[in-house]
Structure formats: structure tokens, C-alpha cells
């Protein structure tokens, strides 16, 4: 789904927070609006988001690429879709972040509150 083919939906409020009250998903939006492409392979974001999470202190077990890559692809990437706050193609594991001001208001803003370390 493209920007047009969504209109310029807002995403709820309420949407947002759902979405920003997960570590991962969190990792996920301060990455996509950090990050210079409008893609991203979903292994590509696995490995950053588990990078972050071991520089945080998470448990091993949660902060392995693989665990963090099968967190994302089967649930938070999915719910992120849903929610309209980014696309993501199940099949080719690509992810594309279009922007949002209310989600890059609200990530820098959980980012500032968590210390940029913690979840």
C-alpha cells in the first residue's frame, strides 16, 4: 500500500499508544524515523532493534536477532500494519515507513522519557 492508497490517514491517538507500548515496536518506530530509507527488510530491522535491546540490558533470551526477528514478523510488523503506521508484505518481509508527525511526536517522546537506553 502506498501513501495515496492510504489517503493521509492520521492515526489515532489511541493507535499510537498501542503501538508505542511494546519495547519492539517502540525499537521499530524510533528506527524507521531515524532511518534515511522509506524500506527496510524486516531482518535488517530485527538486527537493529536487537542491537538496541542488548545495549539496554534486555534479557539474552528476548535480545537474540532471531528471537527479535520472529517477535516482529509474527506479531508487532503484523499489528504496526493493522494499526496503519507502516506497511508490511508478510511474504517478502519488507517494511516501508511512509511518516507520521503524530508517531515520530510520540517515539522521540518515549525515547526522551526511557533515556534513549531503556525499554
Request: aromatic share 6%; with cysteine.
Amino acid at each position: 500500500m502506498t501513501p495515496q492508497d492510504r489517503g493521509l490517514r492520521t492515526p489515532v491517538i489511541d493507535d499510537v499508544f498501542a503501538a508505542l507500548s511494546d519495547w519492539r515496536r517502540r525499537a521499530v518506530c524510533r528506527y524507521l524515523v531515524t532511518c534515511d530509507d522509506t524500506g527496510v527488510e524486516a531482518g535488517t530491522l530485527a538486527t537493529a532493534v536487537a542491537r538496541r535491546a542488548q545495549a539496554s540490558g534486555v534479557a539474552d533470551s528476548e535480545a537474540t536477532v532471531e528471537a527479535v526477528e520472529q517477535a516482529l514478523v509474527e506479531t508487532h510488523l503484523p499489528e504496526l500494519d493493522r494499526l496503519g503506521l507502516l506497511d508490511f508484505d508478510e511474504r517478502s518481509g519488507a517494511v516501508h515507513y511512509w511518516g507520521h508527525a503524530t508517531v515520530e511526536k510520540w517515539a522521540e517522546h518515549a525515547d526522551a522519557v526511557t533515556k534513549r537506553n531503556e525499554f
